[in-house]
């Protein structure tokens, strides 16, 4: 049952942000299937080898623009964002079309994407870390899916780069951190002179990323999500105070985010799993997230953002989503655990979360029956 406001906001991020990348992708998969029927009524059929190509030339010019700007250089310009994850999301989707060939765009054209997976959505909320072969969310999936449906889209014709918009919370355009800066380079689909698409629901900084003087853009409800800019706005902080989180400043400064500490395992304490109610915000290292459950052998449930994208697999936890963690092994114990409450959480009734999500998606189609906007807000608005 979720009780507390802390929780309940968390899953109408996660659950909108997951409704608004579905939209997305839809409309990703008409424009591949419109573009690819006018163009085989035209030629009389698409070449395989030339989408290969443009995925590849894409990987290289990527790669090639890393090493170029890189270290102090890549924080001072904001290209392509720090720890960007498109290189490892443009080797799994070479991979994915080497495999697919001439197959790729039939696949799409019956909805099936990475992993033969479809974006359907289950009565639940996506679990970080799930199998990417048998779940379609909560991994390397949805953003590397995105990012091959929009470039196979680009190749066939499709405007997709002026049609961002239609791509709320899947993929973002990012200007440079340094809007002086500016960059050589020729036509391509997501890399321009003075920003960059990047693809995937969490991207480090994101709100206050957009928040900042220098782009004065705003905090956006689909705006891409960290861990600490999704938790802080579940404590209710101003845009303001959200431009300045990080999950540091959660853990050190507390007090001035209403905060209060319930539990640790600093210098060698046991965490006392008595202690933690639904709810509270647990910080562990550089992250942090909103307990929504526990057990009684140690084990808390979370809602996260993550981004832990496995360079050498290209699986990993990605997006918003459920987690597990033992609070006594060996791993949770290396590093120390912090749990706090706000004072002002609990709800005056409790719900499911089962039904929860079907509110929020019931609000979801309401607000966005004729396609979903990118608007100035906060996802509280679909509570």
């Known amino acids: 049952m979720i009780d507390s406001s802390t929780a309940a906001h ?18 990703l998969v008409d424009q591949v299937n419109t573009h690819a029927e006018e163009q085989i009524e035209s030629s009389g059929e698409i070449s395989f080898s030339a989408i290969q190509e443009s995925i590849s030339r894409s990987k290289a010019i990527l790669e090639s623009k890393n090493s170029e700007i890189s270290g102090d ?12 994850r498109s290189g490892v999301q443009l080797r799994v989707v070479e991979e994915w079309a080497s495999h697919s060939q001439d197959n790729l765009i039939s696949d799409i054209s019956k909805g099936k ?6 974006n359907n959505i289950a009565d639940d909320l996506p679990q970080l870390g799930a199998d990417s072969d048998a ?15 929009y470039l196979t889209a680009h190749h066939l014709g499709a405007d997709v780069d002026v049609n961002i918009k239609y791509l709320a919370g899947a993929a973002t355009l990012y200007p440079f951190v340094d809007t002086r800066h500016s960059i050589k380079i020729d036509p391509h689909p997501f890399l321009f002179n003075k920003s960059m698409i990047l ?9 206050r990323y957009f928040s900042r003087q220098e782009h004065n853009i705003g905090q956006r409800v689909f705006a891409s999500e960290d861990c600490s800019s999704a938790v802080g706005k579940t404590l209710g902080l101003t845009e303001a105070q959200i431009i300045g989180i990080w999950t540091g ?40 997230s909103i307990i929504y459950r526990k057990d009684n052998s140690g084990n808390i449930f979370t809602m996260d953002f993550n981004r832990d994208l496995n360079a050498e697999t290209g699986r990993g936890m990605l997006g918003g989503g459920t987690y597990q963690r033992n609070l006594f092994d060996a791993q949770s114990r290396s590093t120390d655990m912090y749990v706090f409450r706000h004072t002002d959480a609990k709800l005056k009734e409790s719900v499911s979360l089962t039904e929860l999500i079907a ?4 609000e979801f189609a309401e607000k966005y029956q004729d396609g979903v906007k990118n608007d100035k807000g906060d996802c509280s608005m679909f509570l």
């Not at 994407?113 to 479809?118: A, K, M, S, T, V």
């Not at 779940?135 to 449906?149: A, K, R």
């Not at 985010?257 to 562990?284: A, C, H």
């Not at 509110?359 to 019931?362: E, L, M, Q, T």
């Open 10 to 27: 968390m899953v109408a991020q996660i659950r909108a942000k997951q409704r608004s990348i579905k939209s997305a992708h839809d409309y």
């Open 73 to 84: 250089k890549q924080l001072v310009t904001g290209f392509p964002i720090n720890n960007s």
């Open 113 to 118: 994407l990475h992993r033969g997976l479809n």
């Open 135 to 149: 779940q379609f969310w909560g991994n390397e999936n949805s953003s590397v899916s995105t990012m091959m449906l």
């Open 199 to 207: 693809f995937g629901d969490y991207q480090l900084g994101g709100h």
């Open 249 to 288: 400043a959660l853990r050190d400064d507390h007090q001035q985010y209403g905060l209060t500490p319930v539990t640790t395992s600093k210098d060698d304490q046991q965490i006392n799993m008595d202690l933690i109610e639904t709810g509270d915000v647990f910080v562990r290292g550089g992250h942090t």
């Open 359 to 362: 509110r929020i998606d019931s």
